[in-house]
């Protein structure tokens, strides 16, 4: 049996975790996963998104942890597979029964989910939407605490890294894919900042669970991290047998 081609007789894991700091390659990597597993890919920030976008449109001040979180609470929030993906859409995002998933994508939410998603009580109300979703199965989800705050009990726990300048230079090349103007140097510098935030917050800080894989992708291309991650799925299934 060849690395990378799990065995078709086999259980699969039911619920992978994707964790790791941004321009990792989480949100590439973990869609190219659930496709070739044909799992629901679930890039758990868009919950956050979905609050954000709930309170700028009904008039609750982002300032207001207490209502915002009142809304996490509330509000039906779900992820689903996309019935129809020719408008590129990866997942359906629903609130409150409303399709939001390109207008999550706004630039006023751009502008808020950060603060949003630092809200303790936003967070703890969004784990009830997250563990809903993951202990449905067959998904991968992907974020910055799914393995060690929101999924511990996943099947498969992959924390995904790459250097601070590797991942600085894709978002270069990203930016300018784009046509937008970019420093390599304003991006690192940004990057390093919003480790220290992660890493270092009080609520779900960012790291590695204890039992997580982890895969370093600074020198790797996504079809060679790709190729490890579903070795990874072989050695899983080895070790139930």
């Known amino acids: 049996m060849n690395v990378g081609a799990p065995q078709p007789s086999a259980a699969l894991p039911a619920t992978i975790a994707i964790d790791g700091p941004a321009a990792s390659g989480k949100s590439t ?15 758990t920030g868009v919950v956050y998104r979905a609050v954000t976008w709930l309170a700028l449109t009904r008039g609750v001040p982002i300032s207001d942890e207490v209502a915002v979180a009142q809304l996490a609470l509330t509000v039906p ?86 250097s601070p300048a590797e991942r600085a230079r894709r978002r270069c090349e990203e930016g300018r894919e784009r046509g937008l103007p970019v420093s390599y140097e304003e991006i690192l510098a940004a990057m390093r900042r919003r480790d220290a935030f992660d890493s270092g917050r009080r609520t779900a800080p960012l790291r590695a669970a204890p039992d997580a894989q982890v895969v370093d992708s600074t020198d790797l291309s996504a079809p060679e991290v790709l190729q490890q991650i579903m070795g990874l799925i072989v050695a899983w299934q080895e070790a139930r047998d």
């Open 29 to 43: 990597i973990g869609h190219a996963l659930a496709q070739r597993l044909g799992y629901l890919y679930f890039d």
């Open 77 to 162: 929030i779900d992820v689903v597979a996309p019935a129809d993906a020719c408008d590129g859409r990866l997942a359906t995002v629903l609130a409150g029964g409303e399709d939001v998933t390109w207008a999550v994508r706004q630039p006023q939410v751009d502008a808020n989910v950060s603060v949003v998603s630092a809200y303790p009580r936003v967070r703890d109300a969004l784990k009830m939407h997250q563990r809903r979703i993951g202990h449905a199965g067959r998904v991968v989800m992907v974020g910055r605490d799914i393995g060690t705050v929101i999924m511990p009990d996943a099947d498969l726990k992959i924390y995904l890294d790459a």
